[in-house]
């Protein structure tokens, strides 16, 4: 297990730019970004290149400046929309050399919602960048209500319905915790189908240990299934994040 920083969410205090400084000060190697389209993909990266990180992981598509919804992949009249926007997220993610891409569902329920997010998924799998892989998240109800990807059955559904290598499971231990009730059974059940872990504590995405999610048992089960990949802090800190890092002893 390998610990990452979400610089979306930590170190708040400080400008954008300025956090891939203390991430490496704090010992990280790796950072993820939930928006990076605000700036051009060249300062990203150099801010990366010059603190010795990798940047692994960002969203699709661009935030709807509008006010509307995070992300439209499962709304059937915004098929088209999709389309488009995702191929902005895949210049970005090729820009900066991005591992991996979570693609927002947003809001939505039934058969066909269900089968647009199948669709637009296949169709943005086999137009992807070669090493670039698509993930699907469930966000938890109350922190996005209505929100189409809201369950770990339903993610294993239409992973099964995409059916392609570079389509994979991204887990967060808050949002399981919030939907299932046992964040630790969560990532045993779905294990197989994990290629990238987020950390934060229930019920108010605060810093590992301070909520409801047993972090000991989560990490020991990490151990047990042989998980070599990226497990990154997504939490609100409190009010220093250098005092929020404790669980990258446990990795």
């Not at 704090?26 to 990180?53: H, I, M, Q, S």
């Not at 709807?64 to 059937?76: E, K």
């Not at 240990?209 to 990154?232: H, I, K, M, Q």
Request: aromatic share 10%.
């Amino acid at each position: 297990m390998k610990p990452a920083a979400n610089l979306t969410l930590l170190w708040p205090e400080l400008p954008y730019l300025d956090r891939f400084a203390v991430a490496a000060k704090a010992g990280f190697t790796a950072v993820e970004v939930l928006f990076p389209y605000d700036l051009a993909a060249k300062e990203t990266l150099r801010a990366c290149v010059a603190n010795g990180l990798q940047l692994i992981l960002i969203n699709a598509p661009p935030p709807n400046y509008t006010g509307g919804a995070q992300g439209f992949a499962a709304v059937p009249e915004l098929a088209a929309r999709f389309r488009a926007d995702i191929q902005r997220s895949f210049r970005y993610a090729t820009a900066l050399k991005v591992r991996y891409l979570h693609v927002m569902a947003g809001n939505g329920q039934g058969a066909l919602a269900r089968q647009t997010f199948i669709d637009n998924l296949i169709w943005a799998a086999d137009i992807a960048p070669k090493g670039l892989t698509l993930t699907v998240e469930p966000l938890n109800p109350v922190a996005m209500p209505g929100y189409f990807m809201n369950d770990y059955a339903l993610a294993a559904d239409v992973l099964r319905a995409v059916n392609r290598p570079n389509v994979r499971l991204q887990y967060d231990s808050y949002h399981a915790q919030m939907i299932h009730g046992d964040a630790v059974a969560v990532f045993d059940q779905y294990k197989d189908l994990i290629v990238h872990v987020q950390l934060g504590d229930a019920p108010d995405r605060s810093a590992p240990g301070t909520g409801t999610v047993d972090f000991p048992a989560l990490f020991a089960a990490l151990r047990r299934a042989g998980y070599r990949g990226w497990v990154s802090g997504e939490y609100v800190p409190g009010p220093r994040t250098e005092d929020s890092l404790g669980w990258m002893t446990l990795s």
